[in-house]
């Protein structure tokens, strides 16, 4: 049978696993700048846990997993008779992967409540799964890099995160924008329209604006009962693309107004490199934001979303504990990794895994090879031995395949003497030194 891996998920070769370390280690970095400690939840969490926080369209992509032994065994046989699968589902099923780290997260909160201290700035980076299609920049298996602060309602810390994915992207090479918004604005837009008991399914649709356009937009909608009148109330606000000229007659429109005015008070206080845009469009699709939103779009490249996230207001509630405001935002790692590829963003020196490789003529300059190695690396300079005394050209070949920048080769006349030719492999350059100057060459 023909080896293949399953649709969605990637294998990953050593010289991208470096690529995708630049990334975590970059995005890593800012996290613990601005004081956000690290934490790791379970790949699996009971379906309990993860259903419904994520709207019905979220609930559809988790990922099942069927109980141990004989699922069967237990199954309710009224459903599989009748191929209810939804009705079927808990009697075989519970447990599933994790669809984000948001959501675990705000279980580890609850569970963990008595030991740690509020406000609580956490980062995670690990997998996550969902079912959805695989596309260009969409995957059913990725990494997000997640960084959350739970215990506060001050909106300091969403000028904060900004800082955050600007200071990141700056410091990846990528130019973005930053757009934002905030779900009681959204809110307040269903209530100027007189739908306020349907602001979800107006979320939902208009999160869609970028996937169907807005005849498509309007034509669902009308689907779920909105009438033509307010559907074109909503699409007049949406046009607005000024913060300050919104005027709701509405509190929670009022409100998210003034949250976002205060944002971009704080922000002011910083100098940042890429744009922060007010986007009366961005929606979020997931249930549980309940305030700010925001979401980051590479400019120089045709991609989704590459970051996004928001204020949630009661996230924990569920798990037993009220009143328990955060607000986080989530990197896209395989997109951004989709993105730098396609433009080139990513340093040369990070895929160098070994500094030198010693040749070898024949066997007694091979174990010699291993002593000059050990030198080498006690010093701290990265070395590989080439296993045999194979002709030079297959060697040579082996040290151009894996694009290690320096060769030492060794013969008779190297060991005899002491001094050994180091060949920088780009340039073509050799020198003749002692082991010192080898090593102070390449640490240099």
């Known amino acids: 049978m023909k080896p293949q891996i399953l649709k969605g998920t990637r294998d990953f070769l050593p010289q991208q696993v470096y690529k995708r370390n630049y990334i975590f ?37 988790l990922f099942k997993l069927l109980n141990n032994g004989d699922f069967l065994s237990k199954a309710d046989e009224e459903a599989l008779a009748n191929k209810d699968s939804k009705k079927l589902l808990p009697s075989i099923s519970k447990r599933g992967l994790r669809y984000d780290l ?17 406000p609580f700035k956490r980062y995670q980076i690990q997998p996550v799964w969902r079912a959805d299609r695989p596309q260009k920049g969409r995957y059913q298996e990725f990494y997000q890099c997640d960084v959350d602060v739970v215990g506060s309602d001050s909106l300091i810390y969403e000028a904060e995160l900004i800082q955050i994915y600007d200071e990141v992207f700056t410091k990846l090479g990528l130019n973005v924008t930053i757009k934002v918004n905030n779900r009681k604005i959204l809110k307040g837009i269903a209530e100027e329209a007189n739908i306020g008991d349907q602001w979800v399914d107006m979320t939902v649709a208009i999160d869609k604006l970028d996937k169907i356009g807005e005849d498509g937009v309007k034509k669902e909608l009308l689907s779920k009962g909105i009438s033509a009148d307010s559907i074109s109330k909503i699409f007049a606000l949406l046009e607005t693309n000024n913060v300050e000229e919104l005027n709701f007659t509405n509190e929670e429109g009022r409100k998210g107004k ?59 509630g569920v798990f037993g504990m009220r009143d328990m405001s955060g607000v986080g935002i989530s990197f896209g790692a395989a997109r951004i990794y989709d993105v730098m590829e396609e433009l080139a963003l990513f340093p040369k020196e990070i895929t160098e895994s070994t500094k030198v490789i010693l040749l070898s003529f024949d066997e007694d300059c091979l174990i010699h090879s291993t002593k000059v190695a050990n030198q080498l690396r006690e010093a701290g300079i990265s070395t590989e031995v080439y296993p045999s005394a194979a002709k030079m050209k297959k060697q040579m070949k082996y040290a151009n395949d894996r694009s290690i920048p320096y060769v030492m080769v060794i013969g008779s006349d190297e060991v005899d003497s002491g001094l050994y030719k180091l060949k920088q492999m780009e340039t073509g350059d050799q020198q003749e030194l002692d082991i010192s100057e080898i090593i102070q060459n390449l640490m240099s």
């Open 102 to 118: 948001t959501v675990p997260f705000a279980r580890f909160v609850v569970m963990h409540q008595n030991e740690i201290s509020f």
């Open 25 to 61: 280690d970059t995005i890593k970095e800012v996290f613990q700048k601005y004081g956000y400690l690290p934490i790791e939840t379970p790949v699996m969490e009971h379906l309990s846990t993860l259903t419904g926080k994520y709207g019905e369209e979220g609930d559809k992509l």
């Open 258 to 316: 003034e949250e976002l005015l205060k944002i971009h008070e704080y922000l002011d206080q910083s100098k940042l490199k890429n744009e922060v845009k007010f986007d009366m469009t961005l929606a979020r699709g997931l249930g549980y934001y309940t305030g700010f939103i925001v979401e980051v779009s590479a400019n120089d490249a045709i991609m989704g979303s590459i970051g996004g996230g928001g204020r949630y207001d009661d996230l924990t």
